[in-house]
Structure formats: C-alpha cells, structure tokens
C-alpha cells in the first residue's frame, strides 16, 4: 500500500504561480514513477504530469507543457507540482498518482493504470 496526500491547493488569480505537493508514505517510494492528474467540474479526469523513478524524465501534456514543472524528492517522499502561468482553464482538483510504469508518448496515462491515488487538492484560478 501506499498513501498519498496532496498539499498547495488554493485560489490563485490569473497569471500567478501555486506548488503543489504530495508526500507519500508506505511501501518504496522510489520504486513508483509519479504523476499528476486533475478533473475540472463536470468533466473526466485528466493526466497533467508524470516523472520517471529517479525523477531523471519527465513528461506533460500539452496544455500545460512550458508552465507547469513536476519533481521529486526521493529523501522526502515527496512529489511537487510548480505550476506558473496559471489560467482559469487550470481550475480543478489536482491528484497525485503512484504508477508502476513511466512513459512519454500521446495516451500514455490512463485513469485505470494508476495503482495508488491520492484525495486530491483544489485550484482554483479566477480571472
């Protein structure tokens, strides 16, 4: 098992910057990739970011490629999520997400392959 807690949400205007965080705990941590996922009001949860097991790759989808930064901390636990830019089309719960697999391609994230989730935190970005 492992446990994933999420930290940094909030209200943010446009253009500003939030970190979130996700601290794990149980099983080895450096043995997961990390990914981030979110879901904005009446829509389908989507991958943002994901970072291989020794935080030496990374990959994001395009709507936030250039904004957002995903890294990790192996001593810690702990997997952040550096998001600039922001705009309101960012406003959603952000997931933390364990995976047993690290890829970078189109389509290579799905909801059902994610082995542990978190509860997730809110952003909220106004305009």
């Known amino acids: 098992q492992v446990q994933l807690v999420e930290s940094g949400g909030g209200l943010v205007q446009a253009g500003g910057s939030l970190r979130l965080s996700c601290a794990a705990s149980g099983r080895t941590f450096s043995s997961y990739a990390m990914g981030w996922f979110r879901q904005a009001p009446g829509k389908e949860r989507e991958f943002v970011a994901a970072i291989s097991w020794s935080g030496g790759s990374t990959y994001y989808a395009d709507s936030v490629k250039g904004r957002f930064t995903i890294s990790r901390d192996n001593a810690k636990n702990t997997v952040y999520l550096q998001m600039n830019s922001l705009k309101p089309e960012d406003t959603a719960v952000y997931y933390c997400?364990?995976?047993?697999?690290?890829?970078?391609?189109?389509?290579?994230?799905?909801?059902?392959?994610?082995?542990?989730w978190g509860k997730g935190t809110l952003v909220t970005v106004s305009s």
């Open positions: 997400a364990a995976l047993s697999y690290y890829c970078s391609g189109y389509g290579c994230y799905d909801v059902k392959l994610v082995d542990y």
